[in-house]
Antibody, heavy 119, light 110 residues
Framework: EVQLVESGGGLVQPGGSLRLSCSAS????????MTWVRQAPGKGLEWVAN????????NYVDSARGRYTISRDDAKNSMYLQMNSLRVEDTAVYYC????????????WGQGTLVTVSS | QSVLTQPPSASGTPGQRVTISCSGS????????VYWYQHLPGTAPKLLIY???QRPSGVPDRFSGSKSGTSASLAISGLRSEDEADYYC???????????FGGGTKLTVL
């Protein structure tokens, strides 16, 4: 059974940093692009970043570029999101998701981890 | 403001057919597949439609997708109370080099 479990969320002050983790199981992690999606309170879903198999290609939404870094460790079946210079508007539930190879899109999602940026 | 435009709300009575639209541009919908997700608060989003009109196994055939030019739509027939949720369209955007979501449509079953 495919499982994605996010961790690392919490309360952080503006300007602070946080590192999210996504632990994967039930599939060959190294064969898939992986993605982070977030949902701010009362807002819609927003794609944040993704990373290719092997980690040599990464893409970011404009608001995250230069502040966030996506990475992966295939030996640990894990993906990470290092978030620096956090802003109040980064407050959201952050989901990790697997990008399907043949069908495309995000076929499996985690339950999300809440990041709250507040003083 | 989202790159893909969806109506903020839609509604219908049980048994009715409802359509949710998603409008984009040549850099996204016009040149890429569209995906649709159902999202209930506090849960993981669920893939409903992939590659414009394909249903993953387990998704009822009451859900269907279509695409024409730079627009796409999701149709739900035989509306049921459990269909009440938020629905999102998604596509890859060449100009932004990233995935773009619609703003979401909140479906209410009256």
């Amino acid at each position: 059974e495919v499982q994605l479990v996010e961790s690392g969320g919490g309360l952080v002050q503006p300007g602070g940093s946080l590192r999210l983790s996504c632990s994967a199981s039930g599939f060959t992690f190294s064969r898939y692009w992986m993605t982070w999606v977030r949902q701010a309170p009362g807002k819609g879903l927003e794609w944040v970043a993704n990373i290719k198999q092997g980690g040599n290609e990464k893409n970011y939404v404009d608001s995250a570029r230069g502040r966030y870094t996506i990475s992966r460790d295939d030996a640990k079946n894990s993906m990470y999101l290092q978030m620096n210079s956090l802003r109040v508007e980064d407050t959201a539930v952050y989901y990790c998701a697997r990008e399907a190879t043949s069908s495309g899109g995000f076929d499996y999602w985690g339950q999300g981890t809440l990041v709250t940026v507040s003083s | 403001q989202s790159v893909l435009t969806q109506p903020p709300s839609a509604s219908g009575t049980p048994g009715q057919r409802v359509t949710i639209s998603c409008s984009g541009s040549n850099s996204n919908i016009g040149n890429h597949y569209v995906y649709w997700y159902q999202h209930l608060p506090g849960t993981a989003p669920k893939l409903l439609i992939y590659k414009n009109n394909q249903r993953p196994s387990g998704v009822p055939d009451r859900f269907s997708g279509s695409k024409s030019g730079t627009s796409a739509s999701l149709a739900i027939s035989g509306l049921r109370s459990e269909d009440e949720a938020d629905y999102y369209c998604v596509a890859w955007d060449d100009s932004l080099s990233g995935w773009v979501f619609g703003g979401g449509t909140k479906l209410t079953v009256l």
